[in-house]
């Protein structure tokens, strides 16, 4: 059990570069959930699914796109990258009905020039 | 605007006495409120849940308080250790599905 995982670890984009981070969990968790942490900012929601297919916007969405195809994967993309996207994500999971508990993956630690 | 404020100076206490976080908030009524702890380079883990209905809630060595009229938590790790020295942010739950969290406060825990 895994709990949740993310690729890549590092990366390094130059501006108007596009990726796409990948969030897996295995815990069959309904929800799932794009954050990014700055420094001395609390995390901030970027995008979130409800399910399989559904997708919808958080506080800061802009710039960013997501997909959730599986119930398993969320995927967040970045299509033209700029310089203010430079941050750490973090992806969570939850769905055990009446906990609120949030798995968090380890980050994703973005930098663009 | 609606903020949650936590202490962004560190907290440095020598072992074995109680570490004391604060979490205040404003112009929120949220149903529940989370700690996490955050250790460099992870993300974030869940320690504890309070409802809005409970007073205190405890969990070995961790307890928490909410006080709805204040709008704020207490976070406290009573015999800290060593390896308690992380960061601990506050979160709440503001319905459809989004939790805002603090920025954290730093714990320090010198043996």
């Known amino acids: 059990n895994a709990g949740v995982t993310q690729t890549p670890k590092f990366r390094v984009l130059k501006t108007g570069q596009s990726m796409t981070l990948l969030c897996a969990q295995d815990m069959n968790h309904e929800y799932m959930y794009w954050y990014r942490q700055d420094p001395g900012m609390g995390l901030r929601l970027i995008h979130y699914?409800?399910?399989?297919?559904?997708?919808a916007k958080g506080e800061v969405p802009d710039g960013y796109n997501v997909s959730r195809l599986k119930k398993q994967n969320f995927l967040l993309g970045l299509e033209s990258a700029a310089p203010s996207q430079t941050s750490v994500y973090f992806c969570?999971?939850?769905?055990?009905?009446?906990?609120?508990?949030?798995?968090f993956g380890p980050g994703t630690r973005l930098t663009v020039t | 605007s609606q903020k949650i404020e936590q202490n962004s100076e560190a907290l440095n206490i020598q072992e074995g006495k109680t570490a004391t976080l604060t979490c205040n908030y404003t112009n929120y009524s949220p149903a529940y409120l989370q700690w996490y702890r955050q250790d460099p380079g992870r993300g974030p883990v869940f320690l504890l849940l309070?409802?809005?209905?409970?007073k205190e809630k405890r969990k070995e060595r961790l307890k928490v308080t909410f006080d709805t009229t204040l709008k704020q938590s207490l976070f406290h790790i009573t015999a800290s250790q060593p390896a308690d020295s992380a960061t601990y942010l506050c979160a709440l739950y503001t319905g459809g599905f989004k939790t805002i969290f603090g920025a954290g406060t730093r714990l320090f825990v010198k043996a």
């Open positions: 699914s409800v399910g399989e297919g559904t997708t």
């Open positions: 969570a999971s939850d769905g055990i009905q009446g906990t609120y508990e949030q798995y």
């Open positions: 309070i409802r809005e209905n409970e």
